[in-house]
């Protein structure tokens, strides 16, 4: 299950390998990096099962294992002992048997690390956040969700199983509670009005791009973190690259305009990981083939690196402060 499936075999940015199923191989680890090379479940451009690859890689630095955060300035990759299992093997044409192998690793890196899954296609945070729930708490987890789609389809183009689907087949398990559901950066042309009244009915809080540009997007956080204070055991945070604006992000599946800037969508994970109790994270969608100078599988490196970086920030005793100047003291 460890093996790479497409690309060589390198890991996230040079850190230390570790096998999924032996637990002994990252037991110093907080956060261990997992590839789901999928893209069976996309309905329109495929391509994202060279996600993981593309998106291990892409950086211009040294892949020393090493990257101390200029803002936070912590080492998001030494200081919580990032480790990277590889791809799990998940044939593109088995969708069941592809989702049960990522699921199973999942939920077995779950017991013991923080959960960080490199996409492929949307439909893998199914089996991802499927996973944590059986491991940390079955309806216990909070989905925090950002997307250019609702991803709540009921069926798409016969497919029960697809990039289209994953967040009702998660509150329709049980997996995750539709009040503790919540969407950040939709817009476009889908889903239609009774997939809209279905979100409703669970009790899904969806922000539309309007309201985000209207409200602010802090604003809209703040909500949302106060909500995820009670209530729940942790936070999934799922980021489709596609939320970004396709300037930012054109190297993905299902380009929407309009969409969020690499700073907004930099800054939310952070201040998510910085405010919130984060058990598990995908960053899914990359499909490098429509990819321009790497600038998408660069947006999603950041967004891990990131993410990692506002962890390791929470395990000092500093608190972030965006007002200070870079070089006093902070
Ligand atoms: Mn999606």
């Not at 709540?152 to 998660?170: C, D, N, S, V, Y």
């Not at 817009?187 to 922000?207: C, F, K, V």
């Amino acid at each position: 299950m460890g093996s790479l499936m497409y690309g060589p075999d390198f890991t996230f940015l040079g850190v230390s390998k570790c096998d999924a199923m032996d637990s002994k191989t990252y037991s110093n680890a907080e956060v261990v990096i997992i590839g789901a090379p999928f893209d069976g479940g996309t309905s329109y451009r495929s391509g994202a099962k060279f996600g993981p690859s593309a998106v291990r890689k892409a950086c211009y630095l040294e892949h020393d294992g090493k990257r101390p955060s200029l803002a936070l300035r912590v080492d998001g990759l030494t200081s919580l002992q990032v480790h990277d299992a590889g791809d799990v093997q998940m044939p593109s044409g088995n969708t069941e048997i592809a989702c049960a192998r990522l699921e199973q690793v999942v939920a077995k890196v779950a017991g013991h690390a923080i959960p960080l899954i490199i996409g492929g296609d949307h439909t893998v945070t199914w089996p991802n956040v499927t996973g944590i729930a059986k491991a940390k708490g079955w309806g216990n987890i909070a989905v925090l969700h950002f997307d250019a789609h609702a991803d709540t389809g009921e069926i798409t183009e016969g497919a029960l199983i697809g990039h289209g689907q994953p967040m009702r087949k998660l509150i329709e398990s049980g997996a995750v509670r539709g009040d503790r559901f919540f969407q950040i950066g939709l817009r476009g042309y889908w889903p239609d009005e009774p997939t809209l009244n279905w979100m409703a009915q669970q009790g899904m809080r969806s922000y539309e791009m309007s309201e985000i540009g209207a409200r602010g997007l802090n604003v809209c956080l703040t909500e949302i973190f106060q909500a995820v204070a009670s209530d729940c055991d942790g936070v999934f945070l799922s980021v489709d690259i596609d939320v970004a604006d396709p300037a930012a992000a054109p190297g993905t599946g299902t380009p929407e305009p309009g969409g969020l800037s690499a700073r907004e969508l930099l800054d939310a994970v952070r201040r998510i990981c910085l405010e919130t109790h984060v058990v598990g994270m995908d960053v899914v969608e990359v499909a490098p083939a429509y990819d321009h100078a790497d600038i998408t599988s660069l947006l999603a490196n950041r967004v891990i690196l990131e993410a990692l970086s506002a962890l390791a920030k929470t395990r000092t005793n500093s608190v972030f402060d965006p007002n200070q100047p870079l070089l006093d003291e902070r």
